[in-house]
């Protein structure tokens, strides 16, 4: 009997370990369920140390890899269209230095700079097959960040995927519209038995074509990745990327000043062939980023650990980037240029050392971050341009007819531009910047928990810029002078719960910078300039209600950037400028992630941003400045996915985006805007254990929309993809 009691005893006990092992089980399986279908929002990097979002005062958007898979999405740029208050100005063209997508934050222009909360820029298509979540940060950062790496309007992060500690991966195949083919692999595997060694690769090749009559674009992506633990304290990682571009640069007009804009004043005025590039072949650039990152973390203690981190970017370009322009007096031609790389390089390198802590005073929580910073900028940059391509038997510049049935566009091709460029050999009068750039960097940064649902955040930053020029293309005596500044910039946040975990109200002061070439003043004398710089002030609401299924954030933001320089306009001195300029950006934004009903995902946001300049050039004094993208913006996307029965797997998403009327030029003598514009997606997939199909159609009703960066740049019509994948 007792034996049976004992068994009895066991039996049950076994039954109720193998219950709650089934109960563990199926909430693993819930929560990698529900991390598939909605966005976990907290970060590492926003504060650089583990924030929940609502206990964070910065205000920041995320998306991640499942997201984009479900989308059909393989390129960081395409990512942008989840982020609320973000606009896309400027698609990547390879050029070394600048050739990487820029986008409108908050009214200011931003662009891709931050890997994993270190320097990991690139200046062409950012392949997302190493993209395991895009964070990006609202306001000024420069607290955090530096100047170099961050704008005001915010700072883009890309968290990238990380070995694990068994095999497996997937294989891709995809193709599509506009001769679109793509092939894909992702590939992780322990190299030790003991599993402390782990590798994987990440790697893709694209081919997209054009709707219009000419141009392409062709990317590899290499991504390799290595992890190292040899202590439970210790562990060590290495990473690599290798972006190569070979392409064709997206369709680009350009507005100067004239009588044609008293003619014209939108884009639609100018009755352009949506689908006519107006260019002939060949006028290809090649473009290159190379990356390397190193990260060594130790924990030091229970409540104290090290990172200590290194990171190089190098980017290359050469080849042609031709681009198209209005001026004078008539709407119905325009001009035809080109500004040419060659040989054109720009590295970078970066070592950042952070302590972490994490411990009580009294009884009161501080996490701490104390870090130094070095970056280091070498400027080799070349650019040569032909101005004018088309000629007159005199030599001088002249337009060609936009609306001449048979003209032949197709003259200007590569052939014919690296002719022109021969002939020019010797009398060249190229752009040329050289020089190095250094910034070291000490920043402090604290949350302290005053109550339980009270934290502030207090941060401050001690910056010394140094600019060493070389060569400059300004070739001013004043701009290659070396300059030596050093700068303040704090950071303060606010955070109240009033609801544990589920509603908080926020606010911050935030602060960025930028440092600024020597210039001459009214009397000619040549003049330090102050670091430029930009406050925030902004407040609202975040909530993380049922488990965190649905969170939102509701903010008001007002950015005050003051000591811009300006022109004075004297005609005695054309060049004399006077550092009293002000800048004004404020506005709202409101973003919602839902997951509402098991398996149905929804991710919404609005913004509206006012900018103008409030003391400026008296041809630009209170108007909104022409790189400040759409007042409006509004982001949709909405999915179902069976995760039950005969139809488990099968899932289906439509989204969309809208921007109000853009002025990309905006000034006394005229104005020259892109029209708003709906641009609607869909995408359909059914995912199983061992392969996934895919099929995505983006603007699917065909829409003629335009983005630009004082730009009118023309984007794809209709377009589907459809991707096979194989896991194992």
Same mark, same amino acid.
């Given at each position: ?34 991390? &598939? ?7 590492? #990097? ?6 929940? +979002? ?24 395409? +990512? ?31 662009? &891709? ?9 690139? %200046? ?5 097959? &190493? ?20 704008? #005001? ?6 968290? %990238? ?16 519209? #506009? ?99 107006? $260019? ?35 980017? #290359? ?173 704090? =950071? ?9 975990? =589920? ?16 210039? @001459? ?49 004297? +005609? ?17 934004? $409101? ?12 991710? +919404? ?14 041809? @630009? ?5 022409? %790189? ?6 509004? &982001? ?88 096979? %994948?194989?896991?194992?």
């Amino acid at each position: 009997m007792k034996n049976i009691l004992i068994c009895a005893s066991v039996l049950g006990s076994v039954v109720t370990f193998a219950q709650q092992k089934d109960s563990i089980n199926a909430k693993s399986i819930d929560e990698v369920l529900l991390i &598939n279908t909605y966005i976990k929002k907290d970060s590492e #990097y926003s504060n650089k140390m583990p924030l929940k +979002a609502i206990e964070n005062p910065q205000v920041y958007s995320s998306v991640d890899k499942n997201i984009l898979e479900n989308q059909g999405i393989y390129t960081v740029d395409d +990512a942008f269209k989840n982020i609320t208050g973000l606009q896309p100005m400027w698609t990547s063209n390879g050029r070394a230095g600048d050739g990487g997508a820029y986008v409108s934050l908050r009214g200011f222009v931003s662009a &891709n700079s931050l890997r994993n909360g270190v320097l990991g820029a690139v %200046t062409g298509t950012i392949d997302a097959i &190493n993209l395991e979540k895009m964070e990006v940060l609202k306001g000024p950062s420069g607290t955090l960040f530096g100047s170099l790496l961050s704008s #005001y309007g915010g700072v883009i992060n890309r968290v %990238t995927k990380k070995p694990y500690e068994s095999f497996g991966g997937n294989i891709s195949l995809a193709g599509g519209s #506009y001769d679109t083919y793509r092939a894909a692999v992702d590939i992780n595997t322990p190299l030790t038995q003991d599993k402390k060694l782990l590798f994987r690769l990440n790697s893709a090749y694209t081919n997209e074509g054009t709707f219009q009559t000419e141009g392409f674009r062709r990317n590899l992506a290499i991504a390799p990745s290595l992890s190292y633990k040899p202590t439970d304290r210790l562990s060590i990682n290495l990473d690599m990327e290798l972006f190569q571009m070979k392409n064709m640069s997206d369709q680009t007009f350009f507005f100067y000043s004239g009588s044609y804009l008293q003619k014209v004043n939108n884009i639609k005025d100018l009755n352009l062939d949506y689908k006519n590039s107006y $260019l002939g072949k060949d006028l290809t650039n090649t473009g290159r980023s190379i990356n390397f990152f190193g990260q060594i973390n130790y924990k030091i203690s229970n409540s104290i650990t090290s990172s200590t981190n290194f990171s190089t970017s190098s980017s #290359y370009s050469n080849g042609f980037m031709p681009y198209l322009y209005f001026m004078g007096d008539s709407a119905d031609s325009m001009y035809r240029s080109d500004q040419s790389t060659r040989d054109s390089r720009k590295k970078s390198l970066n070592f950042q050392q952070n302590f972490n802590g994490d411990f009580r005073i009294g009884n009161l929580r501080n996490r701490v971050v104390l870090g130094f910073d070095y970056l280091r900028v070498n400027n080799n940059q070349n650019f040569y341009d032909v101005n004018g391509f088309d000629r007159d038997p005199q030599g001088n510049s002249i337009p060609v007819p936009l609306h001449q049935p048979g003209f032949n566009y197709t003259n200007f091709n590569g052939t014919a531009l690296q002719e022109r460029y021969d002939a020019m050999a010797g009398n060249e009068n190229p752009y040329i910047i050289k020089g190095i750039q250094e910034n070291y960097a000490v920043y402090l940064s604290n949350v302290l928990n005053i109550t339980n649902n009270l934290n502030v955040l207090m941060a401050l930053r001690v910056d010394n810029f140094t600019n060493k020029p070389g060569v400059t293309g300004a070739a001013s005596s004043e701009e290659s002078k070396r300059l030596n500044q050093t700068f303040f910039s704090p =950071k303060l946040g606010i955070v109240y719960e009033l609801i544990k975990d =589920k509603v908080s109200i926020f606010g911050n002061y935030q602060n960025s910078f930028k440092n600024l070439s020597y210039f @001459v003043d009214g009397s000619g004398i040549t003049r330090t300039p102050l670091p430029e710089q930009a406050n925030q002030m902004e407040g609202g609401i975040k909530t993380s209600l049922f488990n965190g299924k649905v969170s939102s954030t509701f903010s008001y933001y007002n950015i005050k950037v003051k000591d811009v320089l300006r022109n004075l306009q004297l +005609a005695s001195n054309p060049q004399a400028q006077i550092q009293d300029g002000t800048i004004v950006s404020k506005g709202v934004e $409101l973003e919602i992630n839902a997951y509402l009903v098991k398996g149905f995902t929804a991710i +919404a946001g609005f913004s509206y941003n006012d900018s103008k300049y409030t003391k400026a050039d008296p041809s @630009v004094a209170d108007r909104r400045p022409n %790189t400040s993208g759409s007042p409006y913006l509004a &982001n949709l996307y909405a999915s179902y996915q069976f995760l039950d029965g005969r139809l488990k797997g099968l899932g289906f998403g439509l989204g969309g985006n809208y921007a109000s009327e853009n002025k990309i030029y905006n000034s006394a003598d005229g104005v020259f805007s892109l029209p708003s514009y709906v641009v609607l997606n869909a995408s359909a997939y059914y995912d199983a254990k061992k392969f996934r199909i895919g099929v995505k159609v983006d603007n699917f009703t065909n829409q003629h929309y335009w983005i630009g960066y004082t730009t009118a740049n023309p984007q794809r019509l209709i377009n589907a993809v459809g991707t096979l %994948t194989y896991k194992f």
